[in-house]
């Protein structure tokens, strides 16, 4: 299993990094939303799957399965959470202000704006 | 923390205090302040003057960055008091001066004396301090105030320039003194002065000695405008004509000389340290008084001259370097060279700092320096034309000024060389004498130019409706002072030479002077007829018929070729590099951060690809893997399909919904993977976040409909695609790859022992970790007060209706929001579209956390019963999001 998922990571980094190197900044944010998943996913894997059960004591269970990257992740679904919520409105901010969400136009739009006011 | 510590920094604390001073006495200008404690310190430092000449010379320490091993040391022996001596007077005379020359309804002069003191606190740093470190550190702040200086009337271009001109030539140097004071740390293994002057003879023969040599030397030569790096010099004199008075004469320009002098124990003795030294100030020497003749600007010939003076020291120290290698009767001899530079080092302070004052005086009376426009002016400014005779006598070295003795020195000395016999002087020396004798006629000429051109001979037409007169007072008496003690040290030489130049030769040259006890100093008028004596009657003669005879043959200086000048080497370098910078910045830096990202990924790449393929460390592991369930592949074959969609889908919301996809399929994969918290966290996140990026649509209608597909682009496609594959490679890796011992273990075992949790996840987050966990709080907080202030900015610009005007109105506006915000706090006026937003967010967050509980009693107990503190993940999450925004 963990070679397959180790793929599936490699695959949601390509994407992610795809989407991030497009010009449009919503997909931008959505890229960096796919890039948590893969991190998440490469941090468990990383700590090999399945090895237990849940990390939860005192239920008689022999093996448990690593609690440390859950604690990782658990921190990091958070600020991810936290992260693309900024992002999102900022972006909502910028398309309010510049009528665009591309990122080429954005910049000589906000140039634009910037010539007109001098 | 000793006087002598109190005495160097405080020039700096009046530096700080001026501005406010200059508010709290406004009708007193603040040169007085400066001049005060100038005059202050001068005579506390000339309190130390018998306990150095007895030969005790005087440290302070105090530990400043012990760990690096740097201490404030500061060491107060013949040579330092010298040099402190000179700055403290000479800035008590500038001072005065310049309260006369400041006119502070004109420009105001608080920026002008923070610099001099400052600079005056920087320079006595210097010349105390024992540790290289420390004294580097003052080298660059005296070049930082200089440019300063330089660039005060900065409204000028030829201010500006010089002001670059000088600090691009000293701060060069710097960096080269610097690596020097390293390579001797290298060598020696110590920053103190002491100390390396006991480390001794193995120095010399290190490898590292000639470059560490060549390097300081280059700090030196830059500092003191040796050819070829004297350039800055001439244009340094924009400054302010206290300025030039004080750094560029008297003070800065001299560092480069105490350092030569304060490590020569260290250097000399050696050929290349000889024939650097002397040669160098002997071919500035030459250059100085050639150029200096050709000037039409009264202080462009001070500044010329300068640099042939400072090359003349330069020379001397150089000469005086063989006391190193002679004994007895013969090291005194070329002891004697040091006491020469010494000597003539004060006499220069002196008559040329009279000088520069001249020049200030008749730039202010009459508005110009130009020779060309000047003339006659000896009837008007009778004091000025007699001050100005005093220094230019001493300068040309004519009795009975001290310069007339200490060039007299200069000229044995030279003689002396014919006699040395060593480091190939048998073959060369004939070039000392020649070439002084030379420079020492050229001096006489410019002497001569600078005194009769201003003040004898027929008044300029344009000078003759003017209304001349001699300077206020204030303005006369320091430059009258230095030139009377120019005569005082003509006639009474034995007066510095027993307090200050013997002492300071000592320090200088301890060899001799651990030989012979004392090194002697008489200074004598009367030597007889000695060679020396024959040489200056020869200058004298040649200097007064070519004076003479000067409009003449001055026309030769058009053949030198202007095309070759380092002048225009220094502009097209400057050019060259220029164009260099804008063409490499322009190369990487283009404007666009998807450009910046792929050199981020790139270098990522590099370093871990590198690590990877070149650790014999990292194997990649086969077999002993998990199964994988029938239900398992249907989720991971989702992720794979769902992530690959989104780049396809042409459309936002598609795009959207198809992440959204990802996402509760990794929340089945937390579950698969028994992480049941992190299951319930990444649902209610997914959710919200769906939600969020709809609401966004919901607003902006239009977006929603804009159809755009991703355009193909193959470089982003094969960056994205190589850094999948690497993260492939690394989670492979890292399974094969396990050097250390999980920390883990730690934890299960630590978890219900110390901390009494049962669900090690939490336990890990709010008890192990819990910084941590505080600080991503503190994450969410600053996410959540951004957002909430562009969304309020957003309301206000629309509310104002100023969306038609100009972004930068928008901005005022927007800061008026803020700061109305800042102001009202919560009482400010309500956020319709705020509350809206809130309002939305609530609603999402109320049904979720009752489906995080329901999913408590439900999901949860498929996996086990949770004990108390078990629920704290999805309870503590969910607050945690609410709590950060609406705390904003």
Not at chain 2, 551 to 574: E, M, Q, T, V
């Amino acid at each position: 299993m963990e070679v397959i998922v180790a793929v599936i990571v490699g695959i949601l980094f390509a994407v992610g990094i795809y989407l991030i190197l497009t010009q449009d900044l919503l997909r931008i944010v959505l890229g960096t939303s796919l890039l948590t998943h893969a991190v998440h996913l490469l941090l468990m894997t990383m700590a090999m799957l399945k090895t237990g059960s849940a990390p939860l004591l005192g239920r008689g269970a022999e093996d448990i399965v690593d609690p440390l990257p859950q604690a990782l992740i658990l921190t990091s679904i958070v600020i991810n959470f936290g992260i693309t919520a900024f992002f999102l409105v900022l972006s909502y901010r910028a398309y309010q202000k510049l009528d665009t969400t591309d990122m080429e136009r954005m910049r000589s739009e906000s140039s634009r704006h910037r010539g007109r006011s001098q | 923390m000793s006087l002598l510590h109190l005495l160097t920094l405080s020039p700096f604390l009046l530096a700080a205090l001026i501005p406010l001073l200059g508010k709290a006495v406004p009708r007193l200008h603040t040169g007085w302040f400066a001049a005060a404690l100038s005059a202050l310190l001068f005579a506390a430092l000339l309190g130390y003057l018998p306990e150095v000449r007895a030969g005790s010379p005087i440290t302070e320490s105090f530990a400043w960055i012990p760990s690096l091993g740097i201490s404030f040391t500061l060491y107060l022996d013949g040579l330092s008091l010298l040099f402190a001596l000179m700055i403290t007077g000479m800035g008590a005379l500038v001072a005065v001066y310049s309260v006369a020359y400041m006119d502070s309804s004109k420009e105001s002069p608080t920026s002008f004396y923070v610099c001099l003191l400052t600079f005056m606190g920087a320079m006595l740093g210097l010349v105390l301090s024992d540790n290289l470190l420390t004294l580097y550190g003052f080298w660059e702040l005296t070049s930082i105030t200089s440019f300063l200086l330089i660039g005060y009337r900065h409204e000028n271009y030829r201010a500006r320039y010089g002001a670059l001109k000088s600090l691009l030539i000293t701060m060069t140097g710097g960096l080269g003194l610097l690596s020097g004071f390293v390579l001797l740390y290298v060598m020696s293994g110590t920053y103190r002065i002491r100390e390396l002057f006991e480390v001794g003879a193995p120095l010399a023969s290190h490898p590292l000695f000639l470059p560490a040599m060549i390097l300081i030397l280059v700090g030196a030569f830059t500092k003191s405008a040796q050819y070829p790096f004297h350039i800055w010099l001439p244009d340094a004199m924009e400054a302010p004509t206290p300025v030039s008075a004080y750094l560029h004469s008297a003070t800065m320009v001299k560092a480069g000389l105490y350092l030569v002098a304060r490590l020569s124990p260290v250097f000399s003795g050696t050929p290349e340290w000889f024939w650097l030294v002397s040669l160098g100030g002997l071919v500035t020497l030459l250059y100085g008084s050639v150029a200096a003749v050709k000037q039409t600007d009264l202080k462009g010939i001070l500044a010329y001259s300068t640099i042939s003076q400072l090359g003349l020291i330069m020379c001397l120290l150089g000469l005086s370097s063989l006391s190193g290698i002679f004994d007895g009767e013969e090291q005194l001899l070329y002891a004697a060279a040091g006491t020469a530079a010494l000597f003539h080092l004060l006499n220069h302070a002196v008559f040329k700092g009279a000088l520069f004052m001249v020049a200030g005086i008749v730039d202010h009376e009459t508005g110009t320096r130009d020779i060309r426009k000047l003339g006659g002016l000896a009837q008007v400014m009778p004091i000025a034309f007699t001050i100005s005779l005093f220094g230019a006598f001493s300068m040309a070295g004519l009795p009975p000024f001290g310069g007339f003795l200490s060039k007299e020195m200069f000229l044995e000395a030279v003689v002396e060389t014919l006699h040395a016999g060593v480091f190939d002087l048998h073959t060369w020396a004939a070039l000392f004498p020649f070439v002084a004798w030379i420079a020492s006629v050229f001096t006489f000429i410019y002497s001569a130019l600078f005194v009769t051109r201003t003040f004898l001979g027929p008044r300029k037409k344009a000078m003759r409706g003017l209304k001349i007169h001699d300077a206020p007072a204030l303005m006369t008496i320091p430059p009258a002072l230095l030139a009377a003690l120019a005569l005082v040290l003509g006639l009474f030489p034995g007066l510095a030479a027993y307090s200050l130049i013997q002492p300071a030769a000592e320090a200088m040259m301890p060899i001799a002077a651990a030989d012979g006890g004392r090194i002697p100093v008489e200074i004598k008028f009367w030597h007889g007829w000695t060679p020396a004596l024959w040489m200056t009657i020869g200058i004298v003669a040649f200097g007064a018929l070519l004076a003479w005879s000067a409009r003449r043959w001055a026309k030769l200086y058009a053949f030198f070729p202007r095309r070759l000048s380092i002048n225009r080497f220094y502009d097209a370098s400057l050019r060259f590099f220029e164009r260099i910078t804008v063409w490499v910045t322009a190369f990487y830096m283009n404007g666009s951060s998807r450009s910046y990202v792929k050199y981020i990924l790139g270098f990522m790449m590099l370093v871990l690809g590198f690590i990877l393929f070149n650790s014999t460390d990292v194997t990649f592991r086969v077999g002993a893997y998990a199964q994988i369930a029938p239900y398992e592949w249907v989720i991971l074959l989702g992720l794979a399909a769902g992530g690959i969609a989104v780049p396809f889908a042409k459309s936002r919301p598609v795009a959207i919904i198809l992440t959204g996809t990802v996402g509760y399929m990794m929340t089945l994969m937390f579950v698969f993977l028994r992480a049941p918290d992190l299951a319930l966290t990444q649902m209610v996140v997914e959710s919200i976040s769906v939600t969020l990026y709809l609401l966004c649509f919901y607003h902006l209608p239009k977006l929603r409909t804009e159809q755009q597909a991703v355009r193909f682009r193959l470089p982003n496609f094969l960056v994205a695609i190589a850094v999948g594959v690497l993260m492939t490679l690394v989670a492979l890796a890292v399974l094969g790859t396990n050097p250390f011992e999980p920390i883990s273990d730690y934890y299960v075992r630590e978890s219900y022992e110390s901390a009494g949790g049962k669900n090690i996840v939490n336990v890990i987050l709010v008890d192990f970790r819990g910084f941590d966990t505080m600080l991503e709080i503190m994450v969410l907080a600053v996410a959540s007060i951004g957002i909430y202030n562009m969304i309020k900015l957003r309301r206000k610009a629309t509310d104002v209706g100023s969306r038609h005007v100009s972004h930068d109105g928008d901005e005022s506006d927007e800061d008026a929001a803020v700061f109305r915000h800042a102001q009202y706090g919560h009482d400010g006026p309500t956020e319709e579209t705020l509350d809206e937003r809130g309002s939305a967010e609530n609603e999402q967050l109320e049904p979720l956390e009752a489906e995080t509980s329901e999913s408590e009693g439900g999901k949860l107990s498929e996996l086990g019963e949770p004990d108390d503190r078990d629920s704290a993940s999805p309870e503590t999450e969910v607050p945690r999001m609410k709590g950060g925004d609406s705390d904003a």
